[in-house]
């Protein structure tokens, strides 16, 4: 990098249509700063105090006028909300064929897992055309997800999943931040995003890779006993978790939920928050016995689960690790 | 005009002005007042909206009736506050004197049976932080969320520690004003403290009717 | 109608000349440390802001040295981030929140409106003294190590995370807070129960309703930052609380409750220096301002308007969509008021008699700058686009404009304005003009070059930045030294003129203030009569002055 | 109440106060379901509204003292209100 940039790329299409809003704010700005500085210097010159006595008469002033510079910036400026919101409402929902890239960002640095398996750390490989969505999740305190080049920013809040997603139209290396301030390395906690081809793509896909994210999670589900009550027979104790993913479930308060990472997620570690209709409160919570990783591939499994694919409970499964201990029952 | 000149401060025209002043600038003060308990009721209703079920359980676990006679002593120290107000207004000093020292004392019983409820808590084990047993909540209501219900506990203890400090320094204003009444310091054209204090003791008061039905009574028992 | 008229006509039943001053009363540390006279106040929070300005301005020096090279090699990443932290905390609490409304806005305001002291004179004393400890809390916290969690003090970082000393540094915020508050009370009372004779809501000077429409500000927005300055230290001491994921909470309340005091607070900072503004745009084209009724009221727009857009600091931080979409409507609709207030100054100048002494000097940059800063306000609020800059140098450019542009060009502006007022001596007017130059050759050359990097994506807050940033970040270091010429200079000339300045006389801009129309330094109570008013202000067309 | 004496009528404000302490208790052993809160905060508001106006004198007080006391309710509903609207709308857009 020889030249010194004064515009940052653009690499997504997003990044043009917000360029375009950026110059027309400065088109606006750049009119009413001359208009503004032009009278200033206009009126210094031309009213400029010639003699200690001048005493100019004084000016009434007139409604029609205050009336006028009220009511021109006002549609001015609710041009410039509408065009803005509807940005961020594109940058806001991420449509429906994207690929998903779980992040877990910590005290500094950016942690990525392809579906397929691929893990990577301050590095994240796309493909380009290829619409993306990260569901991001910090593991300590906020950070941001920042990508300038693609014009997109996301705050990682620790406790919550957030989205955010992008669709890079040209191959290259671009710079990730981390834009929230962190502690010490706040400004270590950088990375880089890299667009290929998708023929690369596929290959850098296909070669690293020890068994996907949902078989990770599959192992994890065996390991961690989730099958002795979340089994597909008769004897469940607990919901049958396939084709759950996405589906509207009716909860015991008379409430109904989506089911999204979101509520994956919080049933994983807080399982008496919602329970599901006809169920009792039996599950132990999982919180501090999994992290935001095995988290996000247990859900990856679930997300995966089509009707019969469910381990049966005779299946092998190797003893727990750590068994959570059971909560007194009433 | 007035015989009492030393009870007019050098920057005011008269005692009229200077007395709405007090008073005036005693108002200001408590619309700052409210947006400090502002804050709090904010949090509140944020997270009584996400865990009903926890903050419900929680205030069932709190003693109504501790709540209940502390509203009745307050609600008496603020008759006793408005009636030595009166007194001071037509300038009846035993009245002020008398009503001032018992809106004191009823403040201090309130603090006084407060300590109690909170004595009784920590025995019981609801104080996250200094005694608190998830394993002792649970056998109380095992299907509610600890953690949360600490949140509902903080939110009461904070409220109402607040509360108790506004009320304890209202404590050290009347004990004051008692004092100086007794001493013959105001007039009826100078009773401007004891207006102010009346005003502040009353916003004490209505902070606590609205932390009654908020912290004590979410739902049925 | 020439200069003489400029005189009361109740010179005959003043005093003679040579009456005793407010500086001349009393002598001694004593009579300053417990006078209840707001304009010695006034010069006590004058000396103690000064301080603190040159502290904060001393952190952000080493700073922006450190940022000449990519990979930062003067400070380590932890003394970096303290560093960053305690300019933020001692500029904004210390420096810019007090000082046009507790110097300024102090000495002046029972002065505007013809009164003998502010209405609560002790609590104005008080207020000083609590701005004394809490900024001996926050030097403590610097001085045992520092604190690192920037001003903004996020959850869970300052709660769970930071290793550094949050509680000295939150309780010296805490307890400014409430000098910041008294002040408020102070000037509201006064403005309503204290004004002269005569003296009606629309014949106010405009700095008096910018300072009401503050105080507004003061007493309803900073209770709200002190409770949660006191949840976080609850949590972050007994480990329970509200604002950590961990315990149950939810760190974007924290956010919130933050937000909704130190959005507001940008405003406590930019409406006194609109309030200057107005008084010496008028006085420098000798004109009556334009749309007097206009400038009142879209202060107090501001002022209810600024309570209502803070969501627009937390675009990306995980806010509903919904919510981001009012917040960004309504920051909108607070950008008219203050577009109105460009254009009604502009417009005063038309047909004007234009003087360009060093307050004036000041004002018209404070216009230009805060005109740039107001229009990237647009930028900003517009939620695709902050989308973008959130969080970058694009934001400290921003806000520096409305800050260091806008504001303390304001302050400036004022000080030289009434320091003949304060202490009948003039400041050397050609050193005044040239440190004015400097100050916007320099601010421009330092916060410019922020606007681009900041769109290029340099995030805040970095101890080391991408190598193609650095050219940009030389120039806003080469601007910041230029800058700090312009600061140290009028340090210099205004102690200078304390001594050697020539004697200003009762009104040397020959104003119409009330203000004006007492002898400077004025006496202990301000008049020797007090006034009785009969017209509106800023009727420099009759070269008379206000009084009866 | 004009022929009352000011500590008769300050007597007849608290006795009012009781009656409506005793309900909010009472309410307790009622099942409203979700009515419950906000009858009980209505009671508070109406005592609230007794000790606001006659032991604190806003009745026969000067408009900008209502004006003062309305703010503070003003910013008060600012706070809640916004605050809120970013909570209760947070399910509106789900990805």
Redesign the interface.
């Known amino acids: 990098m020889d030249s010194v940039p004064l515009f940052p790329e653009q690499a997504t299409a997003h990044a043009e249509q917000v360029d375009a809003l950026f110059f027309f704010l400065l088109l606006v700005s750049g009119f009413f700063i001359a208009l503004i500085a032009g009278l200033l210097v206009y009126f210094s010159i031309k009213y400029r105090r010639r003699s200690d006595a001048d005493r100019p008469a004084a000016t009434a002033s007139s409604l029609k006028l205050e009336l006028t510079w009220f009511l021109i910036p006002l549609p001015i400026a609710l041009f410039i909300y509408i065009w803005g919101a509807q940005l961020y409402f594109s940058w806001a929902r991420p449509p429906d064929d994207c690929m998903e890239i779980y992040v877990v960002g910590k005290q500094w640095m950016w942690k990525f897992q392809h579906l397929r398996g691929q893990r990577e750390i301050n590095e994240l490989h796309v493909s380009v055309d290829q619409p993306v969505k990260l569901t991001m999740i910090s593991q300590d305190v906020i950070h941001s997800f920042f990508v300038p080049a693609f014009r997109i920013h996301q705050d990682v809040l620790p406790g919550r999943y957030t989205t955010v997603w992008f669709q890079a139209t040209k191959p290259g290396k671009y710079h990730l931040f981390c834009s929230q301030y962190c502690g010490t390395d706040h400004s270590r906690m950088v990375g880089t995003v890299i667009v290929m081809e998708k023929r690369d793509f596929e290959i850098w896909l296909a070669a690293g890779g020890d068994g996907s994210m949902a078989a990770e999670g599959r192992k994890l589900f065996q390991k961690l006993q989730c099958v002795t009550c979340h089994s597909a027979d008769a004897r469940a104790r607990a919901p049958v978790l396939e084709d759950l993913f996405g589906a509207a479930v009716h909860l015991k308060d008379g409430r109904t939920v989506q089911a999204d990472d979101g509520y994956l997620r919080e049933s994983i570690l807080d399982p008496d928050a919602k329970i599901v209709a006809g169920f009792q409160s039996i599950m132990p919570s999982y919180k501090g016995l999994i992290d935001e990783e095995e988290i996000a591939q247990l859900t990856a499994f679930i997300k995966s689960l089509r009707p019969g694919q469910t381990p049966r409970r005779n299946e092998e499964a190797e003893p727990p690790l750590a068994l959570p201990i059971p909560r007194k029952t009433p | 005009m007035s015989a009492n000149h030393s009870s007019l ?3 005011f ?1 008269d005692h009229e ?1 200077q007395h ?2 007090a ?3 005693m ?17 509140y ?3 009584r ?3 009903p ?1 926890e903050f419900a359980a929680g205030s069932r676990a709190l003693n ?1 009736w501790f ?2 006679i502390n ?2 002593v307050l ?2 120290s ?2 006793t ?3 030595g107000v ?1 007194g001071a207004q037509v300038g009846r000093r035993n009245v002020a004197v008398m009503c001032l020292a018992l809106t004191a004392l009823l403040g201090t019983a309130f603090l006084v049976i407060k300590g109690f409820e909170y004595h009784g808590d920590y025995v019981e084990h609801l104080v ?2 200094l005694s608190f047993s998830d ?1 002792d909540w ?2 109380r209501e ?4 600890p ?2 219900v ?2 509902f506990l ?2 009461y203890y ?1 409220m109402t520690g607040l509360h108790g400090v506004h009320l304890l320094i209202g404590i050290v204003f009347m004990t004051v004003l008692t004092i100086l009444a007794w001493r013959g310091r105001f007039t009826p054209q100078y009773y401007g403290p004891i207006e102010v204090g ?2 502040y003791w ?2 004490v ?2 902070v606590w ?2 932390l ?3 912290l ?6 | 109608m020439s200069t003489a008229t400029l005189q009361p006509p109740s010179e005959e039943s003043r005093p003679a000349p040579m009456e005793v001053n407010y500086l001349d009363v009393e002598y001694g540390v004593k009579s300053w440390l417990l006078t209840t006279d707001h304009k010695r106040i006034a010069l006590l929070y004058l000396i103690s802001i000064t301080i603190m300005f040159f502290l904060g301005g001393a952190f952000i020096a080493v700073v922006r040295t450190h940022l000449l090279t990519p990979s930062g090699a003067l400070l380590d990443a932890d003394t970096y981030n303290k560093f960053f932290t305690m300019h933020g905390i001692i500029m904004v609490f210390f420096f810019l929140i007090p000082a046009v409304p507790a110097v300024l806005g102090n000495f002046l305001l029972p002065m505007m409106i013809g009164a003998k002291d502010l209405a609560f004179p002790r609590l104005n004393l008080l207020s000083w003294y609590l701005y004394m400890f809490g900024a001996a809390f926050t030097l403590w916290a610097v001085l045992s190590g520092g604190v690192d969690t920037g001003w903004t003090f996020y959850t869970p970082y300052s709660t769970a995370s930071s290793h550094t000393n949050v509680i000295p540094a939150a309780l010296g915020i805490f307890i400014t807070g409430f000098s910041s508050i008294l002040t408020g009370l102070n000037f509201i009372v006064t403005t309503h129960r204290m004004r002269a004779p005569g003296l009606t809501w629309f014949r106010l000077p405009l700095m008096v309703w910018s300072l009401y429409a503050t105080s507004i500000i003061m007493l309803l927005g900073t209770p709200v930052l002190a409770c949660t300055i006191l949840l976080l230290a609850i949590e972050r001491t007994l480990g329970i609380g509200i604002f950590d994921p961990a315990l149950g909470g939810d760190p974007i309340l924290f956010q919130h409750l933050f937000w909704f005091y130190s959005h507001p607070a940008v405003y406590i900072m930019i409406l006194p220096g609109m309030g200057v503004i107005s008084e010496v745009i008028p006085c420098f084209s000798r004109k009556n301002i334009y749309g007097y009724s206009f400038v009142a009221f879209s202060s107090v727009a501001i002022a209810v308007f600024g309570f209502l857009v803070w969501g627009h600091h937390m675009f990306v931080a995980g806010q509903s969509v919904f919510a981001a979409m009012v917040f960004s409507l309504l920051s909108y609709l607070v950008a008219i008021p203050s577009a109105i207030k460009v254009f009604t100054w502009t417009a005063t100048l038309y047909k004007g008699s234009i003087a360009f002494d060093t307050p004036m000097l000041y004002a018209f940059g404070f216009i230009a700058m805060f005109t740039v800063g107001g229009l990237t306000g647009l930028f900003l609020a517009a939620l695709g686009l902050n989308v973008h800059v959130h969080d970058t140098y694009f934001v400290i450019a921003h806000f520096h404009f409305i800050m260091v542009g806008g504001m303390v060009m304001a302050y400036m502006s004022g000080l030289h304005f009434w320091w003949p007022k304060m202490t009948g001596r003039m400041y050397p007017e050609g050193w005044g003009r040239l440190a004015a130059l400097i100050i916007f050759v320099g601010f421009v050359l330092t916060f410019l070059p922020q606007f681009v990097v900041g769109y290029l994506g340099m995030p805040r807050r970095s101890h080391h930045y991408a190598p193609e940033f650095q050219v940009l970040n030389v120039m806003s270091t080469a601007g910041a030294s230029i800058l700090s010429v312009g600061y140290v200079l009028p340090l210099v000339y205004l102690i200078w003129s304390l001594g050697y300045g020539k004697l200003a006389g009762p009104n040397p801009w020959k104003a119409t203030g009330l203000e004006w129309q007492t002898p400077s330094p004025p006496p202990p109570d301000n008049f020797a009569v007090t006034p009785t008013v009969t017209e509106a202000p800023y009727q420099y067309a009759k070269g008379v002055n206000v009084v009866g | 109440m004009s022929h009352m004496t000011q500590p008769d009528r300050y007597v007849l404000v608290f006795l009012a106060l009781l009656a409506l302490t005793a309900a909010t208790v009472g309410l307790t052993y009622v099942d409203l379901g979700a009515w419950h809160s906000i009858v009980g905060l209505t009671i508070a508001a109406a005592k609230a509204l007794l000790i606001v106006l006659f032991f604190m004198h806003l009745f026969r007080s000067k408009s900008v003292i209502w004006v003062i006391a309305l703010s503070g309710l003003f910013w008060l509903g600012i706070l809640l209100i916004l605050t809120l609207t970013d909570y209760a709308t947070r399910s509106w857009l789900t990805y």
């Not at chain 2, 095992?142 to 969320?145: A, E, L, T």
């Open positions: 401060a050098h920057h025209a002005q709405e002043v008073v005036l600038g108002w200001v003060f408590l619309a700052t007042e409210l947006m400090v308990f502002g804050a709090l009721f904010a949090g209703a944020v997270y909206a996400q865990y079920a109504i709540g209940g509203t009745v609600l008496s603020s008759l506050m408005a009636l009166h996250p932080g394993q649970l056998g095992p299907h509610v969320h953690e949360k600490k949140l903080f939110f904070t009346g005003l009353h916003f008061d209505v009717l609205f009654l039905p908020l004590y009574l979410i739902g049925p028992r």
